[in-house]
């Protein structure tokens, strides 16, 4: 979990994960924040290994930072969550309990509830549950909520981390270069409430977020594939339209798919 002067956010998702009552270690990045964050009274305080970066360095580089502590140890899953967003429904366990029955696994993923400050739910993202199903969403965009994703750790010693030279999307290349060489699954349940802050950095730098992705998906396009054509233009055409435009229509219908 990368986090940037968000301690109370952070402390709302330490408490779901707390809640979860999961036995399992939390590694905080903390990514440069003034004043570096304190973890005394945090939840999960016994099972937290802080990571403080000196100075801020950037999502790909906290996650990665991240990412070096664990794969270094015995841990076998890994599962994301972003500071703020929340578990909920026993999402831990049922992920776990996912790849334990699915060994051919290397990433489960889960529906994401989006909520407003007050709790109120705005819309929900679902996503494709098969292999297949999930590579076809991805000629056009991301097949997962990344903070709600649970991968083998195996699979990233294989196919590698985050690629540092992707500051924003980097999640989307990940999730591109697993799904393309392994099998990738969704739970069809939604396993984590998410907090959409005006703010955020998803907001703010959609524009650039979306350029990223047209690279990726350009990155890996295939002329044998006519989704891969199709989701090019569909990204071209996302680029004209303002996001106040995208977030009112995902209110208005509720369910994304």
Known sequence: ???????????RTLASIHAQGVDCQVFVVDDGSTP?????????????????????QGVTAALNAGLRHILAGPIEYIARLDAGDEDVCDRLA?????????????????????????????????????????????????????????LRASALRRFGGYDARYDIAQDFELFWRLAASAPCANIPEVLVARIEEPGSVTVSR????????????????????????????????????????????????????
Request: aromatic share 10%; proline share 5%; hydrophobic share 45%.
């Open 1 to 11: 979990m990368p986090v940037h002067n968000a301690p109370d956010a952070l402390v």
């Open 36 to 56: 570096p964050l304190g973890m005394d009274a945090a939840p999960c305080r016994d099972r937290l290994t802080l990571i403080r970066l000196d100075e801020r």
């Open 206 to 257: 959609r524009a650039r977020s979306a350029w990223v992705r047209l690279m990726i998906q350009a990155k890996y396009f295939s002329l044998a594939d006519p989704h891969a054509t199709f989701g090019i233009v569909r990204s071209l055409l996302a680029l004209m339209v303002p996001w106040r435009l995208v977030f009112a229509y995902k209110k208005a219908v509720h369910v994304i798919r």
């Open 94 to 150: 049922k992920q776990v309990d996912f790849l334990d029955r699915h060994a051919d696994t290397v990433l489960v993923g889960a529906w994401t509830s989006h909520r407003d400050r007050a709790g109120k739910e705005l819309f929900v993202s679902e996503h494709p549950t098969s292999w297949a199903g999930i590579r076809r969403r991805m000629r056009y965009r991301a097949a997962f909520s990344h903070s709600a994703c649970m």
